[in-house]
C-alpha cells in the first residue's frame, strides 16, 4: 500500500527537512502550507535533494472547507505530521489572538477532519517552551508544566492538551514531539531556515552577523547563574529532529504505540551556553564573531536541557550531530541563501 502523509508546514524549516527524510523512507508526501512563513520555492529545493516532487496545496488550515476537500481528495492519506502554525514568541505577546487563532484553530479542524475521514495517526510538532524554567535538569516527559512564558508556548500546551483529551473519543493515536532548540540545515546546503526580517533566534542571527546582514551578535545577558554565566540550551540540528518525525509516524502506522497517546523530547541531552555555540561557530568556520554583551532578553529561562532516555528507549532514536556540525551546516546554508540559491530555484 502506498504510503501518503500529509505534513501541515511541509515549506517551513523543521517541515521541509522532515518532508526529505520521509521521502528517503519511500513516503509519498502531500504538503499543505499557507506560506504565510516560509516560500513555494522550498518544494522545488526539496525535489532537487531527493528527485521527488511532493504534492503541494496552498491554504490555511483554519479553512475548514479546503481542508475537508483535501482529505477528499486524497482518500488514502495514511497519517499526518502537523507542524503548521505561528511561532514567534515575541511576535505572540503582541498579538496573542492571532497566535490563539490560527494554532488552536488549526488543529481543531485538522481534528474533526481526520476524525470524519478515518485518518487516525497524528504526529504533533511541539515544544520544550512547556516546562518552562524546569525544577529540575535534565527535564523528563514527565515533568510539570509550568505556565507559559508566552501566548506561542501556552498554544503548545494547549494543543497538547486537546489532542491529549481527544484521542480518547475519536479513532486518534497521537505522538507530540518536544523539540528543544532545532538548529542548523540540510548537507545539502539546499534547505534550512529562512527567517523572514530579523531573526529572533541565535543561530540565525550568527550567521547573519558572520556574513554582514547583521553589524554584531548582541549576547542577552552574561549574569545568569551557569558556568559562563550566558544561557544554556540543548540545540539540536534539524536534520535528527526530522528523522525522528519519520520514527514517531512508522512508530503509529505500525501500532507500535503503547497507549494512543505518547510524549517524546526531542533533544540531545547535552546544554550549551550562548558562548559555547559562538565558540563553536568559529572554530568550525575560522571566523571570528562581531558579539557583544547585552541586557537579558525579557522572557528567557536560564537554563534548560533534556532527559532523552524516553525517545532513545521507546523510539529507537538518538540524536548524532554535533554543535560544531549544526554550526557549520548553518553556515553553508546562509553563504548558499547569499548566493542567490533560492531565487536560482
Ligand atoms: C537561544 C539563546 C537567548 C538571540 C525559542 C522558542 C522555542 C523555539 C526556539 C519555536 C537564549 C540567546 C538569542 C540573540 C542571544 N521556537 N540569544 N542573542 O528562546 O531558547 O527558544 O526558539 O519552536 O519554542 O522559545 O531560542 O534562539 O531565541 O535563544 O543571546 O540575538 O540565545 O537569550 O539564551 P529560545 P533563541
Keep these: 500500500m502506498e504510503k501518503k502523509v500529509l505534513v501541515t508546514g511541509g515549506t517551513g524549516y523543521i517541515g521541509s527537512h522532515t518532508v526529505v527524510e520521509l521521502q528517503k523512507s519511500g513516503y509519498t508526501v502531500i504538503i499543505v502550507d499557507d506560506l504565510s512563513n516560509s516560500i513555494q520555492k522550498v518544494v522545488g529545493l526539496i525535489h532537487k535533494i531527493t528527485g521527488q516532487i511532493p504534492i503541494f496545496e496552498q491554504f490555511n488550515l483554519c479553512d475548514s472547507d479546503?481542508?475537508?476537500?483535501?482529505?477528499e481528495k486524497h482518500s488514502n492519506i495514511c497519517g499526518v505530521i502537523h507542524f503548521a502554525a505561528h511561532k514567534a514568541v515575541?511576535?505572540?505577546?503582541?498579538?496573542?489572538?492571532?497566535?490563539?487563532?490560527?494554532?488552536?484553530?488549526s488543529l481543531i479542524n485538522l481534528l474533526k477532519c481526520q476524525a470524519e475521514h478515518g485518518v487516525d495517526k497524528l504526529v504533533f510538532s511541539s515544544s520544550c517552551t512547556v516546562y518552562g524554567q524546569p525544577d529540575e535538569l535534565p527535564v523528563s516527559e514527565s515533568a510539570p508544566l509550568k505556565h507559559a512564558?508566552?501566548?506561542y508556548g501556552n498554544t503548545k500546551k494547549i494543543c497538547e492538551d486537546?489532542?491529549?483529551?481527544?484521542?480518547?473519543?475519536i479513532d486518534i493515536r497521537a505522538i507530540s514531539l518536544r523539540y528543544f532548540n532545532p538548529v542548523g540545515a540540510h548537507k545539502s546546503g539546499l534547505?534550512?531556515?529562512l527567517p523572514l526580517g530579523t531573526p529572533q533566534n541565535l543561530?540565525?542571527?550568527i550567521t547573519q552577523t558572520a556574513i554582514g546582514k547583521q553589524n554584531v551578535l548582541k549576547v542577552f545577558g552574561d549574569n545568569y547563574n551557569t558556568p559562563d554565566g550566558t544561557c544554556i540550551r540543548d540545540y539540536i540540528h534539524v536534520t535528527d529532529l526530522a528523522k525522528a518525525h519519520v520514527v514517531a509516524i512508522d512508530r503509529l502506522i505500525?501500532?507500535?504505540n503503547e497507549t494512543p497517546y505518547e510524549v517524546f523530547n526531542l533533544g540531545t541531552g547535552n546544554g550549551h551556553s550562548v558562548m559555547e555555540v559562538i565558540k563553536a561557530f568559529e572554530k568550525t568556520t575560522g571566523l571570528d564573531l562581531a558579539f557583544e554583551i547585552a541586557g537579558?532578553?525579557?522572557g528567557d529561562i536560564e537554563q534548560v536541557w533534556a532527559d532523552t532516555s524516553l525517545a532513545n528507549l521507546k523510539l529507537g532514536w538518538k540524536a548524532e550531530l554535533g554543535l560544531e556540525e549544526m554550526m557549520y551546516s548553518a553556515w553553508i546554508w546562509e553563504k548558499n541563501l547569499a548566493a542567490g540559491i533560492v531565487n536560482q530555484s
Design 296 to 298: 537579558r532578553r525579557t
Design 254 to 256: 505500525q501500532q507500535k
Design 203 to 205: 543561530v540565525p542571527f
Design 191 to 193: 534547505i534550512g531556515e
Design 149 to 151: 512564558t508566552s501566548p
Design 90 to 105: 515575541g511576535e505572540s505577546v503582541g498579538q496573542p489572538l492571532k497566535y490563539y487563532h490560527n494554532n488552536l484553530l
Design 66 to 71: 479546503q481542508l475537508n476537500l483535501l482529505f
Design 162 to 169: 486537546i489532542i491529549r483529551d481527544t484521542v480518547g473519543t
